[in-house]
């Protein structure tokens, strides 16, 4: 089993930095494939990044590649997500996610991920 909890959401001006964290409990972290996804109301939920168990590979969707990193710390059980140039359409509860399997690539569909956050808000205003 793995606990996850998010945190450094909030409210920011477009063109902000945001940087999330999803702290997760166990000690099999460093074997989880973690993915950080979003959902906006009225909207399904969307893979925004994802990285490896290993940290070898990122993936990002179309939408944030270049403006979001996704990196992983082992040692403090922790996965960020740091946001640059915000936009509005950002805005969304962002819900951190592990995936036992250890593939070599990341996976987006949120069906195979195991365990899930509770999310974090993040709102961006124009």
């Known amino acids: 089993q793995v606990h996850l909890v998010e945190s450094g959401g909030g409210l920011v001006q477009a063109g902000d930095s945001l940087r999330l964290s999803c702290a997760a409990s166990?000690?099999?972290?460093?074997?989880?494939?973690m993915g950080w996804f979003r959902q906006a109301p009225g909207k399904e939920r969307e893979f925004v990044a994802g990285?490896?168990?290993?940290?070898?590979?990122?993936n990002y969707a179309d939408s944030v590649q270049g403006r979001f990193t996704i990196s992983r710390d082992n040692a403090k059980n922790t996965v960020y997500l740091q946001m640059n140039s915000l936009k509005p359409e950002d805005t969304a509860v962002y819900y951190c996610?592990?995936?036992?399997?250890?593939?070599?690539?990341?996976?987006?569909?949120?069906?195979?991920?195991?365990?899930w956050g509770q999310g974090t808000q993040v709102t961006v205003s124009s």
């Open positions: 166990g000690r099999t972290f460093s074997s989880y494939a």
């Open positions: 996610a592990a995936d036992k399997r250890r593939l070599p690539v990341v996976d987006r569909n949120a069906n195979e991920y195991d365990y």
């Open positions: 990285i490896t168990w290993n940290g070898g590979r990122a």
